[in-house]
């Protein structure tokens, strides 16, 4: 008899959670088409402030903020490239 006074830990919903992951999206093949567009949409965003922080800090000739904010990026993998007519952001390939 079930009456609802059941309870979960939190390894178990992990548990769980990863057993409905693999069976929606690897047995049945689904895909999550909103959670790509969404993700990508968000660091394009980010990455547009991220930019235009680093830039600030160059034009007020803090190379420190600047240079940190670079070499931050290139530590997770995203490469900042400065050109005459602005700044272009790249991911790195996946290692």
């Known amino acids: 008899m079930v009456d609802g006074s059941e309870k979960i830990d ?3 919903l992990d ?10 999206f ?5 895909k999550d088409e909103l959670a790509g ?12 402030i991220i930019v235009d922080l680093r830039q600030n800090a160059k034009n007020n000739k803090d190379w420190t903020t600047s240079d940190k904010i670079r070499n931050e990026l290139n530590q ?7 050109k005459k007519d602005g700044v272009d952001w790249e991911r790195d390939p996946p290692r």
């Open 10 to 12: 939190a390894p178990g």
């Open 15 to 24: 548990s769980l959670k990863e057993l409905f992951n693999i069976f929606v």
């Open 26 to 30: 690897e047995i049945l093949g689904l």
């Open 37 to 48: 567009k969404n993700d990508e949409k968000l660091t394009e965003e980010l990455m547009n």
């Open 76 to 82: 997770i993998g995203i490469t900042i490239k400065d």
